[in-house]
């Protein structure tokens, strides 16, 4: 599987991003994607996450209601979607592939993307 994340860049507090994800490699119904971040200084953390087919989406608490993952099945991309961006959203976000039943833990997750940077100033 190879991952390739794009979309990071520079932006204010309270503007928007949208990360993608191109997904190669194997076939792409047996697995879920999730987008992870990672602050500097700190763990890299689980943002959301919906399999290619069926299923649902998850999110992390600071993720509901602002952040919105999506997918284009015949692209073989996966979106994130980020409105109300703020300081402590600062991080490399990577995207991930893992097994249909894993609960956003990143462990489960086997293949990783390179990450794209996201800046949030204030």
């Known amino acids: 599987v190879q991952l390739q994340a794009c979309g990071g860049g520079l932006v204010q507090a309270g503007g928007s991003l949208r990360l993608s994800c191109a997904f190669s490699?194997?076939?792409?119904?047996?697995?879920?994607m999730g987008w992870f971040r990672q602050a500097p200084g700190k763990e890299r953390e689980f943002v959301a996450q919906?399999?290619?087919?069926?299923?649902?989406?998850k999110y992390a608490d600071f993720a509901k209601g602002r952040f919105t993952i999506s997918k284009d099945n015949g692209k073989r991309m996966v979106y994130l979607q980020m409105s109300s961006l703020q300081p402590e959203d600062t991080a490399i976000y990577y995207c991930?592939?893992?097994?249909?039943?894993?609960?956003?833990?990143?462990?489960?997750?086997?293949?990783w993307g390179q990450g794209t940077l996201v800046t949030v100033s204030s």
């Open positions: 490699g194997d076939t792409y119904s047996s697995y879920t």
């Open positions: 991930a592939a893992g097994p249909r039943s894993t609960y956003g833990v990143i462990p489960d997750y086997g293949h």
């Open positions: 919906m399999p290619w087919i069926g299923g649902f989406k």
